[in-house]
């Protein structure tokens, strides 16, 4: 899953891609990279990110779904927990949400029932402004697995069939290294939810903890963490570098299987 960030304060690769033209060119870029889903934004998500009026959202993010829908047969995923952009994209060509907030957000479950598309559902404790200032877990595992079940039942109930959802621990989204780190490696202990795993590791801030390098300097680390994802058990993998990512998952995969 490559990400597409059209906002202009994205955490690690802020206004890159905030001109529709040049969004459409990046996500013709990471399909030829191998990429398989390509995932847009237009709200970042980044700890105290500025929150985004919801028609910014639709009008950064409705263009380029509608452009790289038509261009390509990629799966176009929209990171939106809003109801009204749920709707939009997929009438546009938006096949999957990625929603950080797992379909809590008023309407956005009846939304994304009505519209038949796929749906991520992440872990997130708190919301990104204040999600990392006081980070407390018992076990972190069994939270984050508990949260996922309930978001899945509550899912069933409202009409959305099991198959069209996945599920993510929520990398970074608050936590601190050593939940990132727990979570990592009993990933293994979320396959029994029976959904796929999607991971979001690329670039994070737990790259800083553990390397010391900054954000334009962390695709080793990211590799590294998207291997051990793969071999324990993530099956899609959400990240900027697409190319280098595509061959480390194939060769985790290779190995895991
Ligand atoms: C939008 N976004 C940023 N980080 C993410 C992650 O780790 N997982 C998912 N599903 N989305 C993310």
Redesign the pocket.
Known sequence: MG?LNVTPDSFSDAGQYFDPQRAVERARAMVAEGAAII?I?GES?RPAAAPVALEEELRRVVPVVRAVARDSDVIVSV?TSRPEVIEQVVAEGAAMI?D?RALRSRGALAALARTGAAA?L?HMKGEPATMQQSIQFGDVVAEVRAMLAERLAACQEGGIAAERLCV?P????GKLTQHNLELLRNLGELLDLDRPL????SR?SLLKTLTGRDNGDRLAGSIALATAAVLNGAVIV?AHDVAATVDAVRVAAALRN
């Not at 929520?170 to 989204?173: L, P, Q, S, V």
Request: hydrophobic content about 40%.
């Open positions: 990400v995932d934004g998500t990171d990625n950080v991520c992440m993510d929520g990398f970074g989204f999607l991971v979001g590791l994070k959400r």
